[in-house]
C-alpha cells in the first residue's frame, strides 16, 4: 500500500496533519507517523506508544498481570546516566552531580515501580537516543530476572562494546534502587511512627515548592493497595539480597539487517508475550501491517 491510498481510502482523515488524538490530549497520531509505517521508514515512539496504549487496554480487560512503563521517561533515565558517566569521566563525583531529570525521574519512573513491580512481567522499551532504535527491558518476575531483547544483535557479540545493553544496565541500576528503597523501609522507620505497611515516602514531592508560608508539603503518602503488593512482594522474595540479573536475549527474534523494523519487533515482543507465546520473525515483519490494522480502527 502507498502512504496516499490510506488516505483515499478514508477521505474523512485527508484535511489534517493529525489522523487522531486521543480523547486525553496524551497521544497523537499523525499523518507522518502513517506515512512512516507504511513506507517502511523508522517509526517514531508516538506510533509505538500508541501501539502500546491500545495494548495496555487488552491486557487490562483481560486482566493480565503485566505493566508497561512510558519509554519517553525511561529515556530521561538513559540520558541522565549518559550525563553522570561524562561528569566522572571529568572528574566529578556522584554526590555533587545534578542531571536536572531528578524530578521526572521520581514522579514518573519510581513512582510507577510501586504499582507495575507487582506485576508478573513489566514491559520496558528502550528508546536509545537520536538512534531511534528500540529495544525492550522485561522485567520477569516469573523467573527473577530481567531480559534485554534487541532485534538487532550485533555480530560478533561482545557484551562490552554493546552500547544498547550498556543502556538496559543504566536503567537496571535505578529499578535496583527501588528494590533498595523498598528494604529500607523493613530497616527505617517513618517520621511520627508511622506503619509502613500502610504508608511510603514520595520523593517526587521534595521537589515540589514551598507553600506561601516557607512550608514543604510531608512527602509521607498512604499506599494504594497495589502498591502494598508491590512492597510484600519484594520483601517476601527477598529480592534485595537476591537481586535479579540482567541477561542479554541471544536468541530472539531478529530483523532484517537491512530493515528499519526494530520498533515494530519491540511491540512484537510485547503483544506475543502478554499472549504467551514466543515471539517470532514472521510476528515482527508482520507488525507494520497489524499497527495499520489497529489504528484504521480508531475513531
Known sequence: MHYKQWFEARPNKKEDEAYWTCPEGWH??????LQRIIEQS???SSSMQLYMRLLKERTEAAKLPVGFMNMEIVKDVIEHETMLELHKQSGGKTGDFKS???QSMEQN???PLWTLFGKQMVFIPLHHGSSLHFTLLLIDNINKCFYHMNSLLPKPYKEKDNYHFKNAKAVVKHIKEFIKRIHYTTVFTLSQDLDQNEYREDYAIEYAPEDSQGRKKSNIVKMTDDEKVTRRWIIDNNI???PYK???HRTCAQQNVSSSDCGPFVLHYMEAMCAGLDPNQEGGNQM???MLEEFA???
Do not use: A, V
Not at 497523537?28 to 507517523?33: E, G, H, I, V, Y
Open 297 to 299: 480502527k480508531l475513531n
Open 109 to 111: 519512573f519510581y513512582n
Open 42 to 44: 523508522d517509526i517514531l
Open 28 to 33: 497523537c497520531l499523525s499523518k507522518s507517523d
Open 288 to 290: 507494520r501491517k497489524k
Open 100 to 102: 536536572g531529570y531528578e
Open 246 to 248: 540482567l541477561t542479554e
Open 240 to 242: 534485595h539480597n537476591k
